[in-house]
């Protein structure tokens, strides 16, 4: 491991503003190195380092660390990541939580992206099975890839969809994480958000339009007591929960993120379960 090119890498991305520069001048060389390079410490070549300065560099511009390693580590996970699809964030393991203490035997993700949360949770339940719908067929193609990595190609089915329309049955589960930005505040936004697909993070309006799709759907393709769990932004718990109560959903309940804020809201519809 070449100490002095990773200090001045680490150097570099403080300067940009890049919050655990160390660390991730660390992953950004485990990223351009082969590994044995990054075990044993053996010199690296004019290439190698090539290929590190050109990853630091787009670093620096604020293209996402899961870009530029491939990989975003999610719940349980490490999840196959391209700009076709939203990171997986942290925060987002909230939803999966909060689904997990459902009694589910089928689930619809709404909007997959990645699979991340489709694929997490149907690896923590062996027996269940889900349909992951996505619009972007690229999205898709990587969702598939992390599906089958995951040895979960019986358990989880992959469709085109513009939210319910190419969905068929009904589930015990509704999970989504739509786009909830308003297009009001994409400007306002990190910079590393501009490399992700606009499509999966404003619906170019108040941000809620996505919710009342959803909700204006949901009953239809779940069975009675059925639940349907949201992600929301920190701001939008209230506005979310008073549109389930506008569709008549029963046990509304908000779920804060390991931050304190309203990352979830969770409801039921039909006959309890």
Known sequence: MDQKALTEAAARLREAGIEAAPREARQLWRAAMPRRYVDHGDVADGTMLARFESLVARR????????????????????????????????????????????????????????????????????????????????????????????????????????FKAVTGTFDLIVSNPPYIAASEMADLAPELSFEPRMALTDEADGLSAYRTILKEASAHLRPGGALMVEVGARQGDAVADLFAQANCADIAVHPDLDGRNRVISGRFGASS
Do not use: C
């Not at 089928?106 to 923590?124: E, F, H, N, P, Y």
């Not at 619009?135 to 089958?148: G, I, T």
């Open 60 to 163: 620096i511009a604020r293209e996402p660390m899961s870009h530029l390693v491939g990989y975003r580590d999610f719940y349980k996970h490490r999840f196959r990541v391209t700009p076709d699809v939203l990171d997986p964030r942290p925060e987002t393991e909230t939803l999966v939580l909060a689904a997990l203490e459902q009694s589910f035997d089928r689930v619809l993700d709404l909007g997959t992206g990645s699979g991340a949360i489709l694929l997490s949770l149907l690896a923590d339940r062996p027996n269940a099975t889900g349909v992951g719908t996505d619009l972007s067929e690229a999205a898709l193609a990587v969702a598939q890839d992390n599906r089958d990595r995951m040895d979960l190609a019986g358990a989880a089915t992959l469709v085109q969809s513009d939210w």
